[in-house]
Nanobody, 123 residues
């Protein structure tokens, strides 16, 4: 049974940092592109970042570029999203998801999703 579990969310002050984790069971994350999405209340789901399966290339939305860093630890079968300089517009539930072929900004192309982890930023 495939399961993705996000963790690491919480409350942080604006300008602070958090590291989110996406741990997998039932599949090997290294074989997949892993995307991160977020959804704030009343807003559409937004693509945040992706790490490719082929060469580990990373991609970021303009809203987080330069502040967020995506990495992969194959030994732990875990992907990390390091978030720094958090802003009042970053709060949302953050989700990780797998994509069979390559990074995509479209959530419909992703197959397995985690349950999400809440990020809250206080000003």
């Amino acid at each position: 049974q495939v399961q993705l579990v996000e963790s690491g969310g919480g409350l942080v002050q604006a300008g602070g940092s958090l590291r989110l984790s996406c741990a997998a069971s039932g599949l090997t994350l290294d074989y997949y592109a892993i995307g991160w999405f977020r959804q704030a209340p009343g807003k559409e789901r937004e693509w945040v970042s992706c790490i490719s399966s082929s060469d580990g290339s990373t991609y970021y939305s303009d809203s987080v570029k330069g502040r967020f860093t995506l990495s992969r630890d194959n030994a732990k079968n875990t992907v990390y999203l390091q978030m720094t300089s958090l802003k009042p517009e970053d709060p949302a539930v953050y989700y990780c998801a797998t994509e069979d072929y390559s990074c995509s900004g479209y959530g419909d192309e992703y197959d397995y999703w985690g349950q999400g982890t809440q990020v809250t930023v206080s000003s």
